[in-house]
C-alpha cells in the first residue's frame, strides 16, 4: 500500500519542474538532499516528490518533518512494501505523465545539491534551445563517512576532458563518458517519457536514461558543479556492489545488455561507439575474473590508454600477472576502507 502523495493529487498543481528523489535507510543523509531543494532560487513553480522505500530507520520521519515545514515543495510517498526489491523501479512515472511539468530533475536521498541556482541554471539552458533534451553538470565527491571533499567527479578519465569542453555533446560523446551525476540531471519530461522499456536483465538506470534521451536531442554540459555525490556509503546501491565481486560482474553484464539493446533501438547508428562502450565492461569483467583471453590485446590496451597512465600501469601489471594484479587490488582497497 502507498501512502502520502498519490498520483491523483498532481494533476491539478502548478509545477514547471519535477524533482524526483529516492530513498531508502538514508536517515542520516536525506535532509541535505531536502535542504538543498526547498534552497532553490528559481524564477518558475517547482515540486519534489520524496518516495520513502519502506525504509527501516528514520528517513521517513525526515520527509514529514520537511513535508510539515514545506508543504507548497516537498511531497512525502511512503510504501509499506519495498518496491525496489519486488522489481519495480521507476515508481514516479505515473505522477510524471499526470503532472503539469515540463521538465524533471533528479537526486537520490543520499545526494544533494551544493548551488541554490542549479534548477535556474539548466531551465534556462533547455528554455534557450530546443535542440537539447537534457542537462547535466558536474559534481564533488564527499566521503559519507568523513565529510571530506575529494574534488570535481568530471573528467572521470583525462580522455574524457576534450569531450566536456565540447558542452554539446551528441550520443556518441556521452557513449564515451564513464559516468554523469545522476544529482545533476535535468531532463525535458515528453523526452523522459519517451524512452522504451527495457528488458529486466539491462541496466535500467542513469546510464540507460543518459544515452536514450540522446535520440530525443543533445545534452548540454554545465561547467559548474551543482551537486555532491556521496562515495564509501554501504548503503547506496554501487556501495552494494562493491561488497560482492559476483554483485559485480552481474551489474557489469547488465550494461552488455544495455548497450546491444541500444544498439538495436538506434537502428545501429552508433554502433563502433556502442562496441567500444561494450568493450570497456568486458574489460572491467576481465581484470575482476583475471581472465586474459576475455578481451584482445589490442582492445583491451586501448581501453587502458584512454583511463590515462594510472589505466595503462593497471593493465601492464595484469598481463604481467593477473594473480599478482588481483592481490595488488585487494590490499588497495583494503588500505582506501581503513584510511576512509
Not at 115 to 144: G, M, R, T, W
Request: neutral net charge.
Amino acid at each position: 500500500m502507498r501512502r502520502g502523495f498519490q498520483v491523483s493529487d498532481i494533476s491539478s498543481i502548478d509545477c514547471e519542474v519535477l524533482i524526483v528523489c529516492s530513498a531508502y535507510n538514508q536517515e542520516k543523509f536525506l535532509a541535505d538532499a531536502l535542504e538543498g531543494f526547498v534552497s532553490q532560487k528559481a524564477s518558475f513553480p517547482f515540486l519534489a516528490l520524496v518516495h520513502d522505500d519502506a525504509s527501516t530507520d528514520g528517513t521517513a520521519d525526515v520527509i514529514r518533518e520537511y513535508e510539515t515545514r514545506y508543504p507548497d515543495i516537498i511531497k512525502g510517498i511512503y510504501e509499506d512494501e519495498n518496491q525496489y526489491q519486488q522489481g519495480s523501479l521507476f515508481w514516479y512515472l505515473d505522477y510524471l505523465r499526470n503532472s503539469k511539468a515540463k521538465y524533471i530533475a533528479l537526486c537520490e536521498g543520499d545526494d544533494y545539491w551544493v548551488s541554490p541556482d542549479k534548477l535556474e541554471l539548466q531551465h534556462n539552458e533547455l528554455e534557450k534551445d530546443d535542440s537539447l533534451s537534457y542537462c547535466f553538470s558536474n559534481a564533488i565527491k564527499v566521503d559519507s563517512r568523513t565529510g571530506k571533499n575529494y574534488g570535481k567527479m568530471l573528467p572521470v578519465f583525462p580522455s574524457e576532458s576534450g569531450i566536456l569542453a565540447k558542452r554539446i555533446l551528441g550520443t556518441k560523446d556521452l557513449l564515451e563518458l564513464a559516468f554523469i551525476p545522476t544529482a545533476s540531471f535535468f531532463s525535458r519530461r515528453d523526452a523522459w517519457l519517451d524512452q522504451p522499456e527495457l528488458p529486466e536483465d539491462a541496466f535500467r538506470g542513469d546510464r540507460a536514461h543518459q544515452i536514450y534521451l540522446s535520440l530525443s536531442g543533445s545534452a548540454f554540459f554545465l561547467d559548474r558543479v551543482t551537486s555532491a555525490y556521496r562515495v564509501n556509503n554501504a548503503q547506496s546501491m554501487m556501495g552494494s556492489w562493491a561488497k560482492s565481486n559476483k554483485k559485480l560482474l552481474d551489474i557489469l553484464n547488465s550494461y552488455i545488455v544495455l548497450y546491444k539493446c541500444f544498439d538495436r533501438d538506434s537502428d545501429g547508428i552508433f554502433h563502433d561507439a556502442v562496441q567500444e562502450a561494450i568493450n570497456a565492461k568486458i574489460y572491467d569483467t576481465m581484470l575482476i575474473c583475471g581472465d586474459k583471453t576475455a578481451l584482445p590485446t589490442k582492445k583491451a590496451l586501448a581501453v587502458a590508454s584512454k583511463r590515462g597512465l594510472s589505466g595503462k600501469f593497471k593493465y601492464i601489471l595484469f598481463r604481467i600477472s593477473p594473480s599478482l594484479y588481483l592481490t595488488v587490488r585487494k590490499w588497495c582497497r583494503r588500505i582506501q576502507g581503513k584510511l576512509s
